[in-house]
Structure formats: C-alpha cells, structure tokens
C-alpha cells in the first residue's frame, strides 16, 4: 500500500505502509522534545525552589542585615551598626558563641566514637541485626524533634528518670540537672551523642567495604585485632571519619530544638546556643536585621571551620590515590 494522504479539518495526516496515521509535530512540541530543554523541564521545580527559598531569601538576608528591620515596618538602612552592635555591645553574641562552640567541639568527637563502636558491633551480620540497625538508627530520626526534646526534659528534672534510676544504686537526689549551669550543658551533649545513628550507617557501609584479605594477612603476621584497628580500619575509614566529622559538626553550630525547648537557654544563659539567641533577637524582640547579620557572621563561622578541616586533611586522611 502506497502513502496517501487523509484530509481532515485539523490538516493533512499521512497514511503509512501500516495504516497509521502520522500527524506533523509543531515548532514548539518539536523545541520541546530537544534533549537540553526536556533536562531543563525536569529541573525547573528545583530551580524554582532553589530561587525562591534559597537563592532569593539569601539576598535579602545580606541587605536586611545592614538595615534596621522589625519586620513590622519598612527597612532601615544602617550600614555596619548591626555588625558593630555584635561585637562590642551585645554580650550575649560572645556567650551564645561560647556555648555553641563548645557543644559543637564536644557533642560531635563523641558522636563519631559511639557511632563507630556500634557500627563494628553491628558489622557481622545475623538474623537480628537489621533490628538494630534500625533501632540505633531511630535515635537520628527522632532526637531533633519537639517531643524527644520534651521527653528529655522531662528525663533530667528533679523527680525525672534519672533521679529516680539512681535511687536503684542507693543514691538517693532530687537534683535539678537542667538547673545547675555546670551540667546543664551536658544534657543537651549526651542528647546530641544519642543521636548518632546517621553516623553509624555510614560507618557501617564503609567497614563493608574494607577488604577481608587485608585482615586475613595480618592474622597470618600474627597481629591482634587491636593492632588490625589501628593499622587497617581506622586509617582506611579516615575519609569517612572526615565526611562525618564535617557534616556532624555543622549540625552541631546550626543546633536549635534541643536549647529552645529543653532550656531556652537557662540556667544564666548557660546552654544559650547561637541559633537561640538569633531567633530571639529576630522574633522576640523584633531586630530581624540584627539577627539576618548574627546569620551571616554564623555562615563565616561555619566557613572557617570547614576551611581549616580540609587544610588538616592532607595530613590525617588516607587517600588511596596519593
């Protein structure tokens, strides 16, 4: 059978061998079906998303942070007074600065040794260790949230859980664990170490990874899994002890939920993190510009630490193609 064309209103259709109608794609389906504008297609809800709740609200956080903004009336601009308010008039920025350093730089070595120590426990597989791969997980899950954090209040009061556990070994105390400036703080570390099942599966994968022919040779040397540790997994898991150590520690500086909820940063503002004292002085007390500049000076912070972490690398990291 022969091509034939069909007329129709919607315009000419041509018949093929098989009698399937063909119908001629316009400009714009034909511009559409181009590889790079379908890829840009797909992206364009990330785009989007990016822009609107990133790219553009970053912007604006830079001009508001040189302004007097309460959110409530049209900016102000200041130039660096906000900047210079930090520095030398606002106590609260060196202590909540203080704070957050120190739960970062404790809470985060922590972590990683927990999540280390559970991980090669859980390395050797049985019929329950996919249980406890997820119950040791769950922590990560749930430790960020409003109702662990209250839980955990709830946990270290006076007549809370903890007192009341250590009436079972014969210490008999009501004290105020969240009320005392030399231990509060360590409440809300042990919450942040409790918290280490992300770390963990990471951990995880990568001991899968180490190969088994490497510890089969150092038992036929004769050496002890001690000796295999410290000479063949800590060094090969250096890269992903260095992943977790940057990423854990970030999490650290940004730490809000556990502050606000748990203590709100009392006693004597001793467990006042840094992202507290920002959301105070934007919502509370109506400084929005102020607390878009404590952002920024926090991105410095976070940029700096990271930067001296990758300075360090070169010296500690195993890198297999070096």
Same mark, same amino acid.
């Given at each position: &059978?022969?091509?034939?064309?069909?007329?129709?209103?919607?315009?000419?259709?041509?018949?093929?061998?098989?009698?399937?109608?063909?119908?001629?794609?316009?400009?714009?389906?034909?511009?559409?079906?181009?590889?790079?504008?379908?890829?840009? %297609?797909?992206?364009?809800?990330?785009?989007?998303?990016?822009?609107?709740?990133?790219?553009?609200?970053?912007?604006?956080?830079?001009?508001?942070?040189?302004?007097?903004?309460?959110?409530?009336?049209?900016?102000?601009?200041?130039?660096?007074?906000?900047?210079?308010? &930090?520095?030398?008039?606002?106590?609260?920025?060196?202590?909540?600065?203080?704070?957050?350093?120190?739960?970062?730089?404790?809470?985060?070595?922590?972590?990683?040794?927990?999540?280390?120590?559970?991980?090669?426990?859980?390395?050797?597989?049985?019929?329950?260790?996919?249980?406890?791969?997820?119950? =040791? =997980?769950?922590?990560?899950?749930?430790?960020?949230?409003?109702? %662990?954090?209250?839980?955990?209040?709830?946990?270290?009061?006076?007549?809370?859980? $903890?007192?009341?556990?250590?009436?079972?070994?014969?210490?008999?105390?009501?004290?105020?664990?969240?009320?005392?400036?030399?231990?509060? $703080?360590?409440?809300?570390?042990?919450?942040?170490?409790?918290?280490?099942?992300?770390?963990?599966?990471?951990?995880?994968?990568?001991?899968?990874?180490?190969?088994?022919?490497?510890?089969?040779?150092?038992?036929?040397?004769?050496?002890?899994?001690?000796?295999?540790?410290?000479?063949?997994?800590?060094?090969?898991?250096?890269?992903?002890?260095?992943?977790?150590?940057?990423?854990?520690? $970030?999490?650290?500086?940004?730490?809000?939920?556990?502050?606000?909820?748990?203590?709100?940063?009392?006693?004597?503002?001793?467990?006042?993190?840094?992202?507290?004292?920002?959301?105070?002085?934007?919502?509370?007390?109506?400084?929005?510009?102020?607390?878009?500049? &404590?952002?920024?000076? &926090?991105?410095?912070?976070?940029?700096?630490?990271?930067?001296?972490?990758?300075?360090?690398?070169?010296?500690?990291? =195993?890198?297999?193609?070096?």
């Amino acid at each position: &059978m022969t091509q034939a064309t069909v007329a129709s209103p919607q315009g000419a259709r041509k018949l093929g061998n098989s009698g399937v109608q063909f119908r001629k794609q316009s400009k714009f389906r034909q511009w559409l079906n181009q590889e790079n504008v379908s890829g840009y %297609v797909c992206a364009l809800p990330f785009i989007i998303g990016f822009l609107m709740f990133l790219l553009v609200p970053m912007i604006l956080s830079i001009y508001y942070s040189f302004t007097d903004y309460n959110i409530l009336s049209d900016p102000e601009w200041m130039g660096l007074d906000n900047f210079k308010e &930090m520095f030398t008039n606002d106590p609260l920025f060196w202590k909540s600065m203080g704070v957050t350093l120190f739960y970062a730089l404790i809470s985060t070595p922590l972590r990683l040794i927990f999540a280390l120590a559970v991980a090669m426990l859980l390395l050797k597989n049985s019929a329950v260790s996919g249980f406890y791969r997820a119950a =040791y =997980y769950l922590p990560s899950i749930l430790g960020g949230s409003v109702a %662990v954090a209250i839980l955990w209040k709830q946990m270290f009061a006076q007549d809370g859980v $903890i007192n009341k556990a250590l009436e079972l070994f014969g210490i008999h105390t009501n004290f105020a664990w969240l009320g005392n400036e030399h231990t509060a $703080i360590w409440t809300l570390i042990i919450l942040g170490v409790w918290q280490f099942g992300s770390s963990m599966l990471i951990f995880l994968a990568s001991l899968k990874q180490i190969p088994s022919e490497l510890y089969e040779a150092a038992s036929v040397d004769g050496a002890t899994g001690w000796t295999q540790f410290w000479k063949i997994t800590l060094p090969l898991l250096t890269p992903t002890i260095f992943f977790n150590l940057v990423m854990q520690s $970030i999490n650290g500086f940004l730490a809000f939920t556990q502050c606000y909820i748990i203590t709100q940063g009392k006693p004597q503002n001793s467990t006042l993190f840094y992202m507290v004292h920002m959301y105070n002085e934007s919502f509370t007390n109506y400084h929005a510009g102020y607390g878009a500049g &404590m952002a920024w000076i &926090m991105l410095l912070v976070v940029g700096l630490y990271t930067a001296i972490l990758f300075a360090t690398k070169r010296f500690w990291v =195993y890198d297999e193609e070096a």
